[in-house]
T-cell receptor, first 119, second 111 residues
Framework: GAVVSQHPSRVICKSGTSVKIECRSL??????MFWYRQFPKQSLMLMATSNEGSKATYEQGVEKDKFLINHASLTLSTLTVTSAHPEDSSFYICSARDPSGTVFNYGYTFGSGTRLTVV | LAKTTQPISMDSYEGQEVNITCSHN???????ITWYQQFPSQGPRFIIQGYKTKVTNEVASLFIPADRKSSTLSLPRVSLSDTAVYYCLALLSGNTGKLIFGQGTTLQVKP
């Protein structure tokens, strides 16, 4: 089945620095990927839709200059948290859709997530 | 996407059958009911999907009545490893866009 790899799984950074998270579709090409953020004991909150070769589409309330998204190839999207602060500490999850996905689930696959801790 | 409503949490014991209900009063004709499972510190995983009546796979069963305004995810003989958050979504047929998750149901299985 379709696999989405997310790296790193955990990262600790100092306040004010930037962190890059990678999301790769391993055995399929994804023109669209999605980035979510999840705080403890809360649901996934969609941050943005990453489109290959064009600008990402951000959800209302998400700062595009703080959460930079680059989708330069059909298998890789990156999320960079710029000038990170402790309030950015969260669990970040990416998702991609395999266009050849079966009728069931429509091909959506999620990465294993990245735990970001800003100290 | 149709709004879905689930219980926030449920408790069960090992070996019991667990039924999690989901309300989707405004479900559209072309919406499919889809359930995801999420373990702590992991991304969601697809469990099951259905349109009407009953669907069963190796993990769970999904019951959808004729009016499709609700659905029930049934987990047979749960074990401790089934402790997770379960999300119910109503997905438009052929959906290629974003998935919006509701609050989900936290299932705690006790020994």
């Amino acid at each position: 089945g379709a696999v989405v790899s997310q790296h790193p799984s955990r990262v600790i950074c100092k306040s004010g620095t930037s962190v890059k998270i990678e999301c790769r579709s391993l055995d399929f090409q994804a023109t669209t990927m999605f980035w979510y953020r999840q705080f403890p004991k809360q649901s996934l909150m969609l941050m943005a839709t990453s489109n290959e070769g064009s600008k990402a589409t951000y959800e209302q309330g998400v700062e595009k200059d703080k959460f930079l998204i680059n989708h330069a190839s059909l298998t890789l999207s990156t999320l960079t948290v710029t000038s990170a602060h402790p309030e950015d500490s969260s669990f970040y999850i990416c998702s991609a859709r395999d266009p050849s996905g079966t009728v069931f689930n429509y091909g959506y696959t999620f990465g294993s997530g990245t735990r970001l801790t800003v100290v | 996407l149709a709004k879905t409503t689930q219980p926030i949490s449920m408790d069960s014991y090992e070996g019991q059958e667990v039924n999690i209900t989901c309300s989707h009063n405004n479900i559209a004709t072309n919406d499919y009911i889809t359930w995801y499972q999420q373990f702590p510190s992991q991304g969601p995983r697809f469990i099951i999907q259905g349109y009407k009546t009953k669907v069963t796979n190796e993990v769970a069963s999904l019951f959808i009545p004729a009016d499709r305004k609700s659905s029930t995810l049934s987990l047979p003989r749960v074990s401790l490893s089934d402790t997770a958050v379960y999300y119910c979504l109503a997905l438009l047929s052929g959906n290629t866009g974003k998935l919006i998750f509701g609050q989900g149901t936290t299932l705690q299985v006790k020994p």
